[in-house]
């Protein structure tokens, strides 16, 4: 009898010794907790701190937001007829939207097009030599890009299209190349992705090869599509160095495709090495930040949208 | 050319070998391979499959798993053409399908094929059974209606599943999913069905009613499936051939290969001694 209690005990005790790698354990949920503590904390910090600044326009320096978003000249160091500063943000939003969506539409076609011949149509091909070139053109650095732009891109549309070579469509052709491996790559994944036994079905059916890819596997993969033009559209609207190479920098509303432009990220690299913080020309271009910051949380929503969607079909 | 009722004994290698094509004079040949050989790359997976298959039958495929049994299913309507290479004939009704200047859509439009897994695609239950239809030029509704309907009717699915067409075919159960699939292969009504491995996924009672649909479908196609449950075989099948490592060890009627095996090794597998 006793020496059953005594047997229970030690049994106990061995039992609630907490072990070497019980307390590793724990360390290690503090170490991730804490890397997810001060990942949140930045990008909290960085939200609060661009919208701290970007505000500041409208409550320090009184400037209306409307005329933010809807005036035409953006001059913050100069003040208008009626003694309020030109700080019309307009051009360089439609710059970048149109910049944006231009770009995105030359991309899609192609980057699916190659997505489709990697993974469909020669899949051995496709693994051996596009998958690590289209991985290599995401890592090229953007001012890499900018500086063929410069030199390449710009004479061209000069003698193709006129005018001086700067303006949106040399960027529109800059970002093109720039979004394409980004949206080549998501999309090959997204078809990747559509189980092969869609495929097996649609060709036993007696369905050709074309027929299977265009009405089962890219209808199927239609959401993760989605998410690559709108990921790449992301890129191409947060692209700053390579566009103010061949954008021309001249913050008008553009009225032809040639003629030079700005978009928000380019005014925002040539202007925030001049001016002074607190002043009305630093507070705009911190606006300019916090609605390319908007922007992207736009994009981000779209993203989550679009999969939300893909997972209910 | 087709009826060969010999018993063939291969003398060439040491094989114990027992095969006896159909010879049924109300049911022809329809399918037959000769001298069929699968390799994936340069490893053989199917040495040998002479087999013939009669019109308006089922005719089943069984074996241990590695047998080469699925790779022999696979090739008859070459849906493992991009995967393996396929030497020997295959005789359609007289013509050897196996040739690189065949249409093999057109081909796989008279030989059907349904999965082991089921696998509608992530549309409406209408639109999976109108899918090889309109692929193929029927836009008619009243057309495509009608075809969808006989479609589901003979797959055992239209009562359940009539009042609601629209609904996407992803919320359906196993049993009824694998019949979706049944329907959508016969809406373009072939000639042969060919099963691969259909009641696997099932649960017993929606294997039953599948099987219950096979019996029924075999009026009007020639049936031949690949399956893992012996007892599936010789409920529903009159021929049955046994394969094993890559080769056919046994053909004969279902009653002889489950009554009567000559073949040791058939007989070890259907008693359930090894496999």
Redesign the interface.
């Known amino acids: 009898m006793k020496e059953q209690s005594t047997s229970v005990a030690s049994l106990e005790r061995q039992l609630k010794k907490h072990s070497k790698a019980a307390k590793l354990e724990v360390w290690g949920r503090v170490v991730s907790f804490s890397a997810l503590v001060l990942i949140v904390a930045v990008v909290v910090a960085i939200i609060g701190f661009v919208a701290s600044k970007g505000i500041a326009t409208f409550t320090t320096n009184h400037v209306s937001l409307w005329d933010f978003l809807t005036g035409k000249n953006w001059n913050p160091g100069i003040k208008d007829a009626h003694g309020k500063p030109e700080v019309g943000a307009l051009s360089m939003i439609v710059g970048s939207f149109l910049i944006t969506i231009l770009s995105a539409l030359i991309a899609t076609p192609f980057a699916i097009g190659t997505a489709v011949f990697m993974n469909e149509i020669s899949p051995n091909r496709g693994a051996k030599i596009l998958r690590p070139v289209t991985e290599l053109l995401v890592g090229i650095p953007s001012v890499v890009y900018g500086f063929i732009g410069l030199s390449v891109v710009v004479p061209f549309t000069r003698s193709v299209f006129g005018g001086s070579g700067f303006g949106i469509l040399s960027g529109t052709f800059v970002l093109f190349v720039m979004v394409l491996p980004t949206v080549t790559s998501m999309s090959a994944d997204a078809l990747r992705a559509v189980?092969r036994?869609?495929r097996?079905?649609?060709?036993?059916?007696?369905?050709?090869q074309w027929?299977t890819i265009y009405?089962?596997v890219l209808?199927?993969a239609t959401p993760g599509l989605m998410t690559a033009v709108v990921f790449g559209m992301a890129r191409a609207f947060g692209e700053a160095l390579a566009v103010q190479m061949v954008i021309g920098n001249a913050a008008l509303m553009p009225h032809s495709l040639v003629d030079p432009a700005a978009t928000l990220t380019s005014v925002l690299t040539t202007g925030i090495g001049n001016t002074v913080m607190g002043s009305l020309q630093n507070n705009a271009l911190w606006s300019l930040a916090l609605v390319l910051l908007l922007m992207s949380l736009v994009f981000n929503l779209i993203v989550r949208l679009i999969g939300r969607k893909g997972r209910l079909? | 050319m087709f009826v060969n009722n010999d018993v063939q004994t291969n003398a060439n290698d040491m094989l114990e070998r027992h095969i006896v094509q159909p010879n049924d004079p109300q049911h022809p040949i329809v399918l037959a391979t000769e001298d069929l050989h699968v390799f994936y790359g340069k490893s053989e997976a199917l040495f040998e499959g002479d087999l013939q298959f009669a019109q308006n039958q089922i005719t089943a495929l069984i074996g241990p798993s590695g047998s080469g049994k699925s790779t022999y299913l696979r090739s008859l309507n070459r849906m493992n053409d991009r995967i393996a290479t396929v030497k020997g004939r295959i005789m359609y009704r007289g013509v050897d399908v196996n040739q690189p200047d065949i249409d093999v859509y057109e081909m796989r439009r008279r030989i059907g094929m349904v999965f082991q897994r089921p696998n509608p695609f992530a549309k409406s239950i209408y639109d999976n059974v109108a899918f090889a239809l309109r692929l193929r030029g029927v836009t008619g509704k009243k057309k495509l209606d009608e075809l969808v309907e006989v479609s589901l009717r003979q797959a055992a699915l239209w009562d359940q599943v009539k009042d609601d067409l629209g609904r996407s075919a992803l919320g359906l159960s196993g049993g009824q999913a694998q019949r979706l699939c049944i329907a959508r292969a016969i809406a373009l009504k072939p000639d042969i069905l060919l099963l691969d491995e259909p009641a696997s996924a099932l649960d017993p009672v929606s294997t039953s009613q599948l099987e219950d649909t096979l019996l029924k479908l075999k009026e009007q196609y020639t049936i031949i499936i690949v399956t893992h449950n012996m007892q599936q075989a010789a409920r529903i099948s009159e021929y049955t051939a046994f394969f094993n490592q890559g080769r056919v060890l046994e053909y004969d009627t279902t009653s002889h290969i489950f009554t009567n095996p000559r073949v040791q090794i058939t007989s070890d597998y259907v008693s359930g001694n090894f496999g």
């Not at chain 1, 097996?200 to 050709?208: D, H, I, M, V």
């Open positions: 189980p036994f869609y097996e079905a649609s060709l036993a059916l007696g369905a050709t027929q009405k089962v209808r199927a079909q």
